[in-house]
């Protein structure tokens, strides 16, 4: 599948569900979900356009979808609590920690998008002294 050059607010929420996975199908987002329209809206303000369209990064557009996507079902799960039911034991609140890490896990990816990480060794001018000596 090839990126896209491009993308449309329906077609920002659309990857923002597929970001979402099975949390959105458990939270029964679609996208006209009010969530996702306001969690679009948070890429936009954040790429200082006024329509998505005109935004034109497209590793930066993904990155703060991802970002807002997991902000969005962090808030929407934050009163999940665990039950007991019909002999069913129901651990409700593991979908919130996992929003919350795959919220973390996207701040981490935003960040290395606005701020590159050094190429590393290959590919620098810089050098670095190794030792080889063991330490016992």
């Known amino acids: 599948m090839p990126l896209p050059s491009s993308y449309t607010e329906s077609a920002l929420k659309a990857y923002m569900l597929v970001v979402l996975s099975e949390v959105g199908s458990m939270l029964e987002w679609t996208e006209d979900t009010s969530e996702l329209g ?25 990155a703060y979808a991802r970002v807002e996507a997991w902000r969005a079902a962090s808030e929407a799960t934050a009163a999940q609590h665990d039950f007991d039911v019909d002999g069913g034991s129901y651990d409700m609140s593991k ?15 935003l960040d290395n998008v606005l701020n590159p990480p050094a190429t590393g060794i290959a590919g620098s001018s810089k050098s670095m002294t190794v030792s080889n000596k063991a330490v016992w």
Do not use: C, G, M, P
């Open 38 to 62: 306001e969690a679009a809206n948070d890429v936009a303000l954040a790429l200082d356009v006024d329509d998505i369209a005109e935004a034109t990064d497209i590793k930066l557009i993904r």
């Open 95 to 109: 979908l919130h920690d996992h929003a919350l890490k795959q919220f973390a896990s996207a701040q981490i990816v």
